[in-house]
């Protein structure tokens, strides 16, 4: 068995150090008062079964909890009294650094939590570790100086989540649409370098990933562009082409065909699409930004966001070549195609490209392939986007986080150069277990955690307020976002529903269970947790009319948090079955990953909770290797544009540097209960040895997850 130390080590569990620390609490009181050498025993023998039973690596803090129950339980009041005189007084030595043992143990990569927090950083590398100590150093300011003490102690008790703690020191903003269309045809600013609108395809895709980078090195969550932005430069390209091929052919002393020059002209163009596309890919794959990762970016492949014909079919001809080049992957360092976790492909069904003999179906199959093979492409229904959202279709900031339709003084929709100032999650299973079962009380509980998560959402928003330009230039004033004057504040931007700031949700699959004994997707329970995610709507409408800031209800993507919930919840509320028996909880409104229910059901069922999540929600299916049936994949995805707004299907795609297999590398538990990754066919555990990718949360991770996300990932079953 293995603890967490406070500095996020982790070490084999020693229950003679509990031994020693209960018998020295003994020695300081009356005989009579003392434990005997059997209670203590029992105490030890107690800790060590809950530490068992709980199939997982607990904190020093956890274990040290269970056993001032356990010395209160043996009527040793006495003893208990010393035992928590001693934990506060070593409390407040901590408390004179907060820092220095959480930075040294993530320098020597001891840090076992931090190591396993994001699953698209190497932990290893110095620019990672940098962000880290960087973050340390946020979060230590931010808990005693920037925030609340109540805001601090609800995020430590896994009441609420205050996400990304560790940026908040600065005034940096979640996530966007990048407004690239103004940036390539206006020109922008890149590291105080003008950069003018570009005269070819290939320049126009070497500037958008240097847009990427330095967008990223500029926020924390992540940016979403659109290839609809870039397909005007192919005809840009096609203009040049054709007079170079002319002139070519005129120095040669030849007379040329317009049909020949045509062929000679699209053959060239082609070539110089395949070269952009590939620098976005390989740019974007092998780019470091300022936190250690790659740019967390999105693509979207919208054709009916062509403004004509023409640009339509040259956007199809750059999705087209999108999809090859992720089908082929990109080789790791032994030359091995695999699967990269950016850039995140989304790809729109319209009703030309989903049925059958339809005039881009053939783009739509190939899609399918590539889904089947590397996870992308995403699949988002501009039918059922339409419905919700104003007759728009638009692209997702990141993996799921939606914008709000806006107008401007004209009455135009826009949605590049928005943005979302940030997001707190609230822990719905913890106010359901907190209500023990009254209904009465949950709602009450329920409204007063509400209006803490707006106390805590206000935080993020007078923290980003009066901003100056200067902060990002690339975002404020070069055109990602807007054209602020330098010294202008951003102020203006975080009103009146421009942007959005998100109150997220975790658990509702558990807060149904823990209320009703039964499953969300029970037709006697569903009705309980349609009114709850209503009741959450009804509480950001409230705010936004009292502030006009753009509050929404966003499906929360937890990845490291859904361990932190589940731990916080045991440690408050013990193992209750069904709902606390996992060492995760269930992201947002879906189905619980181990319950059986084939595909189409299941996205049925979660369709009803997306229009209600319009700050962001996806859906997906746990599909088995499906290359060799690429109909099915057309089948589930025709029933997504007829019956869900954005989905996805997550398979395997996995491979072994050892022996070179190429299927899913599993999960197992090893002797200290600790869950592995271990090839089927040679054995190999080595995480650097190996090559993992698995969709957690919306987007592919592929550095390993923390011991919760990886229970969860095993408990998948199968919706095909």
Known sequence: MKIVKRSGVEEEFIVEKIRMAVAKANQTVEFKNALTIQQIENICNHVAGVCQALDRALSVEEIQDIVETRIMQEGAFEVA???????????????????????????????????????????????????????????????????????????????????????????????????????????????????????????????????????????????????????????????????????????????????????????????????????????????????????????????????????????????????????????????????????????????????????????????????????????????????????????????????????????????????????????LVDVALSSDGDMARFWKIFDERLEFCYRALMCRHERLKGTTSDAAPILWQDGAIARLKKGEVIDPLLFNGYSTISLGYAGLCECVRCLTGKSHTDPEATPLAIRIMEHMNAACERWKKATTIGFGIYGTPLESTTYKFARCLQKRFGIVPGVTDKNYITNSYHVHVSEEIDAFSKLAFEAKFQSLSSGGAISYVEVPDMQNNIEAVLQVVRFIYDNIMYAELNTKSDYCQVCSFDGEIRIEKETSNKLIWRCPKCGNTDQNRMNVARRTCGYIGTQYWNQGRTQEIRDRVMHL
């Not at 043992?101 to 994001?118: A, D, G």
């Not at 659109?226 to 030849?254: D, K, M, N, Y």
């Open 81 to 427: 009294k010393k035992y928590i005189t001693y934990r506060y007084v070593r409390s407040l030595v901590r408390q004179a650094n907060t820092t220095d043992n959480q930075i040294l143990s993530l320098i020597e990569c001891n840090n076992e939590e931090v190591k396993q927090e994001n699953s698209n950083k190497n932990p290893t590398i110095n620019s990672v570790q940098r962000d880290y100590m960087a973050g340390e150093v946020s979060k230590d300011i931010t808990r005693r100086l920037l925030l609340p003490a109540e805001v601090i102690e609800a995020h430590e008790q896994g009441i609420i989540h205050f996400h990304d703690m560790d940026y908040f020191a600065q005034h940096m903003h979640n996530c966007d649409l990048v407004n690239l269309e103004d940036m390539l045809q206006n020109g922008t600013v890149i590291s105080g370098t003008l950069i003018e609108k570009p005269h070819s395809f290939s320049t126009a895709c070497n500037i958008a990933t240097q847009i990427i980078a330095q967008v990223a090195s500029n926020q924390y969550g992540g940016q979403s562009i659109t290839l609809t932005h870039l397909a005007p430069f192919v005809q840009v390209s096609r203009a040049r082409i054709r007079t170079e091929v002319l002139q070519e052919f005129s120095i040669a002393g030849a007379a040329i065909g317009e049909e020949q020059l045509q062929t000679i002209v699209e053959r060239r163009i082609r070539s110089e699409i395949a070269r952009g596309v590939q620098t976005i890919q390989y740019q974007v794959v092998t780019l470091m930004t300022t936190n250690g990762q790659a740019p967390f970016v999105t693509v979207f492949m919208y054709l009916n966001e062509a403004r004509n014909e023409q640009e339509k079919k040259d956007l199809a001809i750059i999705i087209e070549e999108v999809l090859n080049q992720r089908l082929a992957g990109v080789k790791n360092e032994d030359g091995i195609c695999i699967t990269p976790a950016f850039p995140k492909l989304v790809y729109v069904l319209e009703e030309d490209n989903v049925a059958e003999g339809g005039e881009y179906y053939e783009l739509t199959c190939l899609a399918a392939k590539c889904t089947a093979k590397r996870l992308v492409p995403d699949y988002i229904s501009e039918k059922k986007m339409k419905e919700l959202k104003e007759g728009n279709c638009f692209p997702v900031m990141g993996c799921r986080s939606a914008l709000t339709p806006w107008r401007d003084a004209n009455g135009n929709y826009k949605f590049y150069g928005r943005f979302n100032q940030g997001v707190v999650t609230l822990n």
